[in-house]
């Protein structure tokens, strides 16, 4: 038997927790489909230790309900993972979503009918649901990538993966482990499991950078200070590229006096987070700009780390914030600890894992532990891992075959009344993403109002407005040295995967006018029927 919505909701993350609200509220019937066995996604899954937020939670929140702004009670500067999944389940309960998610169900595969217009889903519990709408909330960095290494399963202790770790925990105590990665989730795990385990061997295919969080717990004059002006803060946060209230420093690194020049970075590395990119406004624009930043962390990672030839490979060679940057939280005082070993793995690649270890060119490493911190097939992974088929059963596959393309990253041509939230070609990864997730909610939300207002039940964008968009979104990508590397903005972590610069980086704000103009043009590039 057939279950029917107005529209079905795929992943219970923040994404699909605020659509299913706005939805409802406004008398649609709506259900949402998640494969976990609770809200929260990120939050759900990622429970290794020591993950937590690296955008501050009084930003890192909902906006849309004032009263939820002011009951939420954050504790520290960056809540860690089970305090952020309180969060998720609490705006549940405030919002008694839970009736209408349906948890444990994987959606595997949606056919458009084109005859009846509605969407067909089907899921991996055999259940079949039709909507006239489908929205897809399955996030940006919500499916694990665990690469193809010869001899994985012959590993005989025990393997976890960063972004599917075991609810109950780890202990690594008494325990040797290995741990493949130095990404955020690496950078902010490594510490915590290094004062655990008896020894820990780091396997760095790239070196990265990251930057001090200084968390700390939250005093009750900055949280009464901070709820009496959300509203300012958040207004100021949509001014700013990446939807973040920092200070944005608009003078040129390369212009600026050396010692002012580091003054400044003193005082973003002194204050700690990703503000530190915002200390001049062209770190990002020029790569002589770019090198006095990595000179200055090189510096850092000099003065930190004892050893030097352990500093000589913890130190990047690339661009600083071309890959996501990381905060941290004692990252490079770890590798001054006698049970933590580096081993730089980009010229002598992993051959093979073996029952007891790995292999690299030139040595065996033995654990009892495998952490796999390989992040995510980022942005397509989770969308393309479910066979969508929109107009002449056409499959998302082949249309993104050479890479992602979608109007606004909320829609595809031949894909109708399908919508994505935060999908490729939005700001979404490049930004705070509560605030950009609720922008693309309220848009998705109000869209389909409109339609309900005109009569109409068919939305679909067109090619030309598409192709201008997907046009807006490489050239706005070509002017940043954010593009230029092999990074998961470009699909480059995964073999295989089309090498194209995936998020809109020319902003948040000016992604908001494009789309207010949008609606104020009566859904302009949009087919409405
Ligand atoms: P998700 O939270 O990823 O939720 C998607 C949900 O969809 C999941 O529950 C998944 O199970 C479900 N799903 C997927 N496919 C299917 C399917 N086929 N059928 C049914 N269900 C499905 N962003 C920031 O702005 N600041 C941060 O500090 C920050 N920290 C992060 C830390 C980590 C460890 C990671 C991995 C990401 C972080 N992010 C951060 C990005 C984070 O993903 C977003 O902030 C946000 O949580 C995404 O919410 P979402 O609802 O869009 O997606
Ligand atoms: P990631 O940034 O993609 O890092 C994956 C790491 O694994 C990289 O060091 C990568 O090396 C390495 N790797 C992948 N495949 C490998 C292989 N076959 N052999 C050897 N090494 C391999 O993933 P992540 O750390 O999970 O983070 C993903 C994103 O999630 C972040 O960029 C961020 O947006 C978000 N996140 C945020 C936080 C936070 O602080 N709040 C925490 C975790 C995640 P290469 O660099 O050489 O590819």
Not at 80 to 92: D, G
Not at 283 to 311: C, G, H, W, Y
Not at 493 to 515: L, Q, T
């Amino acid at each position: 038997m057939e279950k029917s919505f107005d529209a079905l909701i795929v992943g219970a993350g923040f994404g699909g927790m605020y659509m299913l609200h706005r939805l409802r509220g406004m008398g649609f019937s709506a259900r949402v489909l998640e494969a976990g066995a609770g809200v929260g996604g990120t939050w759900y899954w990622n429970r290794y230790p020591g993950a937590r937020c690296d955008v501050e939670s009084v930003q890192y929140s909902y906006q849309f309900s004032p009263e939820l702004e002011q009951d939420w009670e954050w504790s520290e500067r960056y809540a860690t993972q089970p305090e952020i999944l309180r969060y998720a389940n609490h705006v549940c309960d405030r919002f008694d979503l839970w009736r209408d998610i349906q948890f444990e169900t994987r959606v595997v595969r949606a056919d458009f009918d084109e005859s009846a217009t509605l969407w067909r889903i089907e899921t991996d519990t055999e259940e079949t649901f039709v909507a006239r709408f489908v929205v897809t909330a399955v996030g940006c960095l919500s499916s694990p990538n665990t690469p193809k290494i010869p001899g994985l399963a012959d590993f005989a202790g025990s393997t976890y993966h960063t972004g599917y770790w075991p609810h109950e925990g780890v202990d690594f105590t008494g325990r040797t482990v290995g741990v493949i990665g130095t990404g955020s989730s690496a950078i902010q795990s490594i510490p915590i499991m290094a004062k655990q385990a008896k020894h820990l061997t780091v396997f760095q295919r790239t070196a990265n950078y990251t930057v001090p969080a200084h968390n700390a717990p939250l005093d009750e004059a900055y949280v009464a200070r901070v709820k009496a002006s959300y509203r300012e803060m958040r207004a100021r946060a949509r001014t700013k590229p990446a939807g973040i209230d920092f200070v944005i420093n608009p003078a040129s690194a390369v212009e600026t006096p050396e010692q002012e020049r580091l003054r400044e970075f003193e005082a973003r590395w002194a204050y700690g987070g990703l503000g530190f990119m915002a200390a001049f406004s062209d770190l990002l624009l020029n790569d002589e700009s770019n090198k006095t930043a990595q000179d200055f962390v090189k510096a850092k990672i000099r003065e930190i780390v004892e050893d030097p030839a352990t500093a000589e490979m913890l130190t990047p060679k690339n661009i600083i914030g071309c890959k996501r940057l990381c905060v941290d939280t004692g990252y490079w005082e770890t590798f001054n600890r006698p049970n933590v070993t580096l081993v730089d793995i980009a010229d002598r690649p992993i051959e093979r894992i073996t029952a007891t270890g790995l292999e690299t060119k030139d040595g065996t490493y033995a654990f009892d532990c495998l952490v796999l911190a390989t992040g995510f097939d980022a942005m397509t992974g989770a969308l393309l891992k479910m066979d969508i088929r929109g107009r002449g059963g056409v499959t998302l596959r082949e249309k993104w075959g050479e890479g992602p393309k979608s109007y606004l990253g909320l829609t595809v041509v031949g894909f109708p009344n399908l919508f994505m939230i935060t999908g490729p070609g939005s700001p979404s990864v490049l930004t705070n993403m509560l605030p950009t997730i609720e922008q693309h909610v309220d848009f998705i939300a109000d869209c389909l109002g409109a339609m309900r207002a005109k009569g109409a039940t068919l939305i679909e964008p067109m090619e030309e407005a598409q192709d201008a968009w997907v046009g807006e979104v490489g050239k706005s990508a070509s002017i940043t040295l954010r593009s230029t590397c092999s990074s998961w903005y470009v699909g480059a972590n995964i073999p295989g995967k089309p090498r194209v610069f995936m998020p809109y980086i020319g902003g948040f704000p000016s992604y908001i006018e494009h789309c207010k103009a949008v609606v104020a043009e009566d859904y302009r590039g949009f087919a409405l029927s």
